[in-house]
């Protein structure tokens, strides 16, 4: 079974189009991210939500707008896309714990975007 | 602040070769630290974990062990396959916290 799944796994679109990209966990953890990994591999986490709450919302645009119906989907849509938004999106979700030491993270395998 | 340091790649060995990636971080509390690794065309996985000072992660032959005095968690591996091509993650985490903070990644280059 598939803990943390994403879909689609590639997307090619044109510039100014809006499109949507699925995640699903089947862990039952309590929090879900979305993150942005650009060519040269860094990762920038791009918001999070604990149960249904959105908890970290970083400098993103604003064309960028998560959406979690429960707790186990957290979807990421974005408007006007611009060429500079082609990236690998990355889903991953935890169980944060009050009283824990540490929430390991567990991603899915990524959607690679690209904006034409 | 709080963030994650690691060394620049891509680090290029050959096989059975020994294997050291330096990682250091800066952090307002008691970080979690962990090593995680992407082979390419997939997502991160967990490869190893430390959650206080002195701890040693270890996994696949891999080891990183907690140097809250030197602020570090260097990845080491004292024979590299090839199958172990793939580019290497440092992160903390925070008590409590929901936040990583990652570092730049390194990528790793076995040949045989």
């Known amino acids: 079974d598939t803990a943390v799944s994403q879909t689609p796994k590639y997307l090619v679109t044109q510039m100014g189009n809006d499109k949507s990209i699925k995640c699903e966990q089947n862990?039952?953890?309590?929090?879900m991210y979305w993150y942005k990994q650009d060519s040269k591999k860094f990762l920038k986490i791009m918001f999070s939500?604990?149960?249904?709450?959105?908890?970290i919302n970083e400098t993103v645009p604003n064309r960028f707008s998560p959406k979690s119906p429960d707790k186990a989907h957290l979807n990421l849509h974005i408007n006007s896309l611009e060429l500079g938004d082609s990236a690998v999106y990355f889903c991953?979700?935890?169980?944060?714990?009050?009283?824990?030491?540490?929430?390991?993270?567990?991603f899915g395998p990524g959607t690679r975007l690209t904006v034409l | 602040g709080n963030s994650v340091t690691q060394m620049e790649g891509p680090v290029t060995l050959s096989e059975e070769a020994f294997l050291t990636i330096n990682c250091t971080y800066t952090?307002?509390?008691?970080?979690?630290l962990f090593w995680y690794v992407q082979y390419p065309g997939e997502g991160l996985q967990l490869l190893l974990k430390?959650?206080?000072?002195?701890d040693k992660g270890s996994n696949k032959g891999f080891e990183a062990t907690y140097r809250k005095e030197t602020t570090s968690f260097h990845l080491e591996k004292g024979s590299v396959q090839v199958s172990d091509s793939a580019v290497y993650f440092c992160?903390?985490?925070?008590?409590?916290?929901?936040?990583?903070?990652f570092g730049s990644g390194t990528k790793l280059n076995v040949k045989p």
């Open positions: 992160a903390l985490s925070l008590y409590n916290f929901n936040k990583f903070y």
């Open positions: 939500y604990n149960n249904k709450e959105l908890i």
């Open positions: 862990l039952g953890h309590d929090t």
């Open positions: 991953a979700s935890s169980q944060v714990t009050s009283g824990s030491s540490y929430n390991e993270q567990f």
């Open positions: 430390a959650t206080k000072a002195d």
């Open positions: 952090a307002t509390g008691y970080p979690s």
